[in-house]
Structures are given as C-alpha cells and as structure tokens.
C-alpha cells in the first residue's frame, strides 16, 4: 500500500507564496502519477496540478502560470510552489498518487490527509 504525507501548508498574505510537500512510502515504486488536489466549501474535489514520472504535467487554469509542481522520483516526494496567492486559493489541498499494477488492468488511487492553505486579504 502507498501512504502519502503531506506539509507545507499555512497561512500567507494575497500575493504570497507557499511551496507543498508530499512524499510516498510504502509501494511506491510504481506510482505513475502524482499531484495535488483541492476541495473548497460548497464545491466538488478539482484537480490543481498532476506531474507523472515521466514529467508530463497537468494544471487547472486557475493554477496555470502562478502554481509550478515538480517532483522527485528518487524520493517519491512531489511539491506544489504556489505563487501570488489568492483568497480563493483557500482550502485544503489533498495529495493524490496513482499507479497501475503490473500485469493487470487495476488502478489504484490513494489521497493523503490534506494541509490547510488560507491565504488572507
């Protein structure tokens, strides 16, 4: 199993910058994606920004040209630098991680606990 530990979060001013962590322990090896999600009151889980091992990257627009996700595979760690930050970047920002397993057509999905950003006005 894959078990995803996330920090970085915390309170910032409008216009500021926030960089979040992730790592992945457990069966990591064969992660094939892994990124950010977020969830604010009243709206559905949305997808912020997603990076596969081979570095190919997804962003929402709200993130596009403000938000930048790398990762490091060696580590299995992914991070989210935020920039310019808005009052309706906050809430809280879930890691997520897929893989598929070999020789079968599964997916598997795990999401970690999440870390508040609130980003203040």
């Known amino acids: 199993q894959v078990q995803l530990v996330e920090s970085g979060g915390g309170l910032v001013q409008v216009g500021g910058s926030l960089r979040l962590s992730c790592a992945a322990s457990?069966?990591?090896?064969?992660?094939?994606?892994m990124g950010w999600h977020r969830q604010a009151p009243g709206k559905q889980r949305e997808l912020v920004a997603t990076m596969t091992s081979g570095g190919m990257t997804d962003y929402a627009d709200s993130a596009k040209g403000r938000f930048s996700i790398s990762r490091d595979n060696a580590k299995n760690t992914v991070h989210l630098q935020m920039n310019s930050l808005k009052p309706e970047d906050t809430t809280i920002y879930y890691c997520n991680a897929v893989r598929f397993v070999i020789n079968t057509s599964r997916r598997l999905e795990y999401w970690g606990q999440g870390t508040q950003v609130t980003v203040s006005s």
């Open positions: 457990g069966s990591s090896s064969s992660i094939h994606k």
